[in-house]
């Protein structure tokens, strides 16, 4: 591929210290798939490996002629970014078939900008550029769409019930993608700050529960907040998930690491505890627990 760079393991890290991004940049690692990273352009996906899922689900989708036809009236007012990653399933899937309307839909390329984000655990979700700096990217794909340089909504990791369906209501009516809990989560934490968002968590519950699938929806942003040195604020949204699932043993779990990786080891044997009401055979969380207060004791003394 003429212009895919190739770049070893060694500098896997040190791009994200590399503002000057080309496009299509290649990471291999040892061991690992191949994965692009940063920005990239149709041609990234056509060829190599990634030709393999790009071009057979490209080719695979027919979309909505009559649907197409009300998207070429009102697409052309807007600008898109997508942010994927190429060892996403769901990337794979619906990456090309948005492709596929864009172009049935005579939508000029230049007016969308598809950014690839890393797995790395140090770089979860996240492009060398920053691009998804501020955007709260928390599931892949995501689709952005802009007017006049203001975003007017989104959809995240697969639509609700097809890409051109999704795209027609979000462009002309009320719509909420998937996810919509979490932007609502999200926007309530950066409106009240961590400490007031925990304070006021079980009102904050009642207005985002609706929109809430699972507890991983918000398990999944506390990651993502975790490999931006979020703590705080992952702590909160994971106290969050504890209001919402007073039952589900891993919402403790998953707080009281948190609350362990920030130091406030009191904290998380308390949260500890209350996974062991729920489940007390977890010997594991008893072995946290247990070295938790060791280490306060020793602390004190």
């Keep these: 591929m003429k212009n895919l760079i190739l770049f070893s393991i060694a500098f896997t890290f040190s791009i994200f210290t590399n503002y000057a991004q080309p496009f299509n940049k290649e990471i291999v690692q040892e061991g690992k798939t191949p994965m692009l990273l940063g920005k990239i352009n149709k041609e990234a996906l056509s060829e190599n490996t990634y030709s393999k899922w790009f071009l057979t689900n490209y080719k695979a989708y027919q979309p909505n002629k009559e649907k197409i036809a009300e998207l070429k009236k009102i697409l052309p007012e807007y600008t898109i970014t997508a942010f ?44 060398p550029g920053g691009e998804e700096e501020g955007l709260n990217i928390h599931r892949v794909p995501t ?49 009240l700050g961590t400490k007031k968002f925990i304070k006021n968590s079980k009102k904050i519950s ?5 929109f809430i699938n699972s507890k991983y929806d918000l398990n999944t942003f506390c990651k993502v907040l975790l490999a931006k040195e979020k703590k705080e604020e992952a702590i909160a949204i994971a106290y969050l998930n504890t209001q919402i699932f007073p039952s589900e043993i891993s919402v403790y779990e998953t707080l009281a690491n948190i609350q362990g990786l920030a130091n ?12 062991l009401k729920i489940d007390p055979e977890r010997e594991d969380l008893k072995s946290l627990m247990s070295l938790f207060e060791k280490d306060l004791k020793n602390e004190k003394k």
Excluded at 90 to 106: C, E, G, H, R
Excluded at 270 to 275: L, S
């Design 84 to 127: 994927f990653g190429t060892w996403c399933g769901d990337s794979k899937k619906y990456i090309p078939v948005f492709y596929k309307i864009l172009d049935a839909a005579d939508f000029p390329l230049e007016r969308l900008t598809v950014i690839a984000l890393s797995n790395e655990n140090k770089y979860y979700k996240q492009s």
């Design 143 to 191: 689709f952005i769409f802009y007017k006049d340089g203001k975003e007017i909504n989104r959809i995240v990791e697969h639509p609700v019930e097809n890409i051109e369906t999704d795209m027609l209501q979000l462009l002309t009516k009320e719509y909420h993608n998937f996810y919509y809990g979490v932007t609502l989560a999200n926007e309530e934490l950066e409106s």
């Design 206 to 210: 009642f207005k985002i529960a609706p």
């Design 264 to 275: 406030k080891k009191a904290d998380a044997i308390v949260n500890y505890k209350k996974a």
